[in-house]
């Protein structure tokens, strides 16, 4: 599958749409059901603070779908993006305070390929911590 978008009508630097994610509680309970993850530092403060976190934390799987969101938005067809990886630098902490935590994701292509494909380097943070590290994705571009 391609992108929407033309390889001819993209530079390096181009900025893709920047996006917010809201995370809560039951945005990981959700999350939890959906992938079988129910390892109990991301639904239960207790046992996240036992094991010495800070608090419960979002599920690097979850943060990882919320940033490429940003590219496959932009592509138009997710099957576009044909590579990603990420490494996680530091966890998505959720209170528990009826807000929860916000993920903040940036793009930009940082380099055009062959086969009409580009590289997109994104930034992700919460809490103005970079929350993943090395994030890039190889999308197929028209």
Do not use: C
């Not at 991301?42 to 599920?59: M, Q, S, T, Y």
């Amino acid at each position: 599958m391609t992108a929407q978008i033309k390889y001819d009508d993209v530079e390096v630097g181009t900025e893709l749409p920047a996006a917010s994610f809201p995370v809560t509680r039951a945005t990981l309970v959700q999350y939890a059901g959906a992938s079988g993850d129910f390892n109990p530092i991301h639904w239960n403060e207790r046992f996240a603070k036992e094991v010495g976190l800070p608090d419960v934390i979002a599920h690097g799987m979850f943060t990882m779908a919320q940033a490429i969101r940003v590219v496959t938005d932009w592509a138009g067809d997710p099957g576009a993006v044909v590579e990603y990886g990420v490494r996680f630098t530091n966890p998505v902490v959720v209170p528990d305070d009826g807000t929860g935590a916000v993920i903040d994701v940036t793009a930009k292509v940082a380099a055009k390929l062959d086969g009409n494909q580009v590289r997109v380097d994104l930034v992700a943070t919460a809490a103005g911590q970079k929350v993943l590290g090395r994030s890039r994705a190889v999308v197929a571009l028209a």
